[in-house]
Structure formats: structure tokens, C-alpha cells
């Protein structure tokens, strides 16, 4: 259910890094490390996923610092999740190395800002995710957005 009197307040998110990621490459030419990126999206309580951004790609690391900078998330409603995907950059298809989700509960109205465990990171990875959720009420973000 979306929070009460959540009109008109807004989020942004800053995806500032990872640690213990799975090393997705590998070559016959030797042993490089996963080359990540995270996608930020938001999940729609239908379940439909909407990608707001996606940092850039650190080369071999597998505890890679993005520090994307903070980043307005337009379309987001309470009741909304963030869900975070990281992924290793390929020349043919990206392999996934995990996810995570926040819901609302998780950032509204607090904000957030903590490790996060990706899930699905791979058979005895414990890989986490650091994103800093801020809020803002709506007479904050009315100067956030002169």
C-alpha cells in the first residue's frame, strides 16, 4: 500500500560501490576479473520494471567504487521498489552477478543508506551493494527542482 501523503516528495539515489562480486571472466588468454556495472530501476507495484540509470563500467574489479553521482528518480511513487542489478561488461551478452531490492519501507521517509547483500550472486558469493537512497519532502524538492 503507497504511504500516506507521499504526493509530491521525491527520491534520489546515489550507487556508490560493491564488494565480493563473482568473477564472470574468463578467457584460454588467462585470468581477467568481471568488468561491472549496476543498473537502477524502479519496480512498479504491477511488477513492471522501469531502468532510471546505469553508472559506468569499472574494467577488472571485482569490488568495484562507481560513486555515480546522486541521481533524481522520476517516476517513482510510494508503494514503488528500487530493485539494483549488476552485471559484467561483455563483448557478446552481460552476465548477471546479482541483485537487490529495496522497498519503500526499506527508504520512505528515512532515506537509506547501508550495505545491501545481492541476491543471486552466485553459489557462495556474498557480494553486497552500497546505494545511499536520499528523500525528499515536497517542499524540499520543489527547490531541488528550481
Not at 539515489?13 to 530501476?41: E, F, H, I, M, T
Not at 532510471?52 to 574489479?61: H, Y
Amino acid at each position: 500500500a503507497p504511504a500516506q501523503g507521499a504526493e509530491g516528495w521525491r527520491i534520489a539515489v546515489k550507487v556508490v560501490s560493491a564488494k565480493g562480486l563473482r568473477n564472470a571472466d574468463w578467457s584460454l588468454l588467462g585470468q581477467g576479473k568481471s568488468d561491472p556495472y549496476c543498473v537502477c530501476s524502479v519496480k512498479k507495484a504491477s511488477g513492471e520494471l522501469k531502468e532510471v540509470f546505469r553508472t559506468a563500467v569499472i574494467d577488472d574489479d571485482l569490488d568495484p567504487i562507481w560513486d555515480h553521482p546522486e541521481q533524481d528518480i522520476d517516476g517513482w511513487e510510494a508503494g514503488d521498489a528500487l530493485e539494483f542489478q549488476v552485471f559484467d561488461k561483455d563483448l557478446t551478452s552481460d552476465d548477471f552477478l546479482g541483485r537487490a531490492e529495496l522497498a519503500t519501507a526499506s527508504f520512505f521517509p528515512g532515506g537509506f543508506d547501508q550495505p545491501l547483500m545481492l541476491q543471486e550472486a552466485g553459489k557462495g558469493i556474498k557480494a553486497v551493494l552500497n546505494v545511499v537512497v536520499s528523500v525528499f519532502s515536497p517542499q524540499a524538492a520543489a527547490k531541488r527542482t528550481r
